[in-house]
């Protein structure tokens, strides 16, 4: 099995799109005067979704010919990982676009829709390691520690893409959230983690498993992989929210009673510092995906 570039944007928007529901979520239930947050949250999801999904079409090569012939991918519940994730993602995708129809005709949302939308979330962010670790002969795909960690990508980069639109659509709603920004603190510490883990893991199986772990570490994808991923993607951001939060501390956001904000100083101006931690993330969660999908080298079979 032969995947490029086309399929790590695939994973990194159905991801994305994934972390932007649930980031939605979050900020409806715990910062409820952030409406148009949210609102831009959901339109994320469904957008990053299905343009995913047009990705993965035009991978397939096929798909745009004979579009009837994807319905052969729920024909193997029970053995196919990718049968699952087309469900996974129909049921999301129909979700997110009926709760962002109710976005903007105001109508009340279900409890029990948003719940739906937030398990298919983690479903379909997990999914996308599954569906790479049941391929065994990689020892850098199977293994139980990509979904995790694609998961937890998945959600930071969800919160960077609303936070980044918020902050540059409505910078007046950032103040009040700064808290939540400490997701981008705890995720990208996080993901560190398990990316050592994982090649931790994957050093240890074998001859194909460690040169795969030394291609990154001081091989072809080394520059990538440090520059890129980990100094841009991983520890730039969380320094540069150490920055944002110490500034954010000091301000002080009112909530009217007919809902307006208001804020005491000028904060509520474009924050350069702010979009380009999330812009950093964005970059982080793509150039994993990248890495882990074009840079793993297959086991020989005898």
């Not at 990538?224 to 301000?251: C, D, K, N, Q, Y």
Request: glycine share 8%; proline share 4%; charged share 10%.
């Amino acid at each position: 099995m032969v995947w490029g570039g086309i399929i790590a944007w695939y994973l990194f928007l159905a991801g994305l799109g994934a972390g932007a529901y649930l980031t939605s979520a979050l900020i409806d239930k715990v910062y409820p005067h952030a409406h148009r947050a949210r609102r831009l949250g959901r339109i994320i999801s469904p957008v990053a979704i299905i343009i995913g999904l047009m990705l993965l079409m035009l991978d397939a090569k096929a798909g745009f010919a004979h579009p009837w012939r994807f319905l052969l991918l729920i024909d193997n519940l029970q053995t196919s990982v990718m049968s699952w994730g087309v469900i996974f993602l129909s049921i999301f995708v129909v979700v997110a676009l009926w709760v962002l129809l109710a976005e903007f005709k105001g109508w009340e949302i279900p409890a029990w829709l948003n719940i739906l939308g937030c398990i298919f979330a983690v479903c379909v962010a997990a999914y996308t390691g599954v569906l790479l670790g049941v391929v065994v002969t990689a020892p850098l795909w199977n293994t139980p520690l990509l979904p995790v960690l694609f998961l937890v990508s998945a959600l930071s980069a969800g919160v960077a893409s609303v936070f980044l639109a918020t902050s540059i659509l409505a910078p007046e709603e950032m103040p009040q959230m700064h808290t939540f920004s400490m997701w981008h603190l705890v995720l990208p510490v996080l993901e560190l983690i398990l990316l050592t883990a994982l090649l931790v893991t994957t050093a240890g199986k074998g001859e194909t498993g460690y040169a795969n772990v030394m291609r990154f570490l001081s091989g072809d994808l080394a520059i990538l992989f440090w520059g890129g991923l980990v100094i841009i993607g991983l520890i730039s951001p969380v320094i540069m929210e150490l920055f944002g939060s110490r500034r954010h501390s000091a301000v002080q956001t009112v909530v009217h009673e007919d809902g307006s904000i208001s804020v005491s100083e000028s904060k509520a101006r474009f924050d350069v510092l702010i979009v380009l931690a999330n812009i950093f993330v964005l970059i982080g969660g793509f150039l994993l995906r990248y890495l882990v999908v074009t840079g793993a080298l297959p086991m020989a079979l005898l």
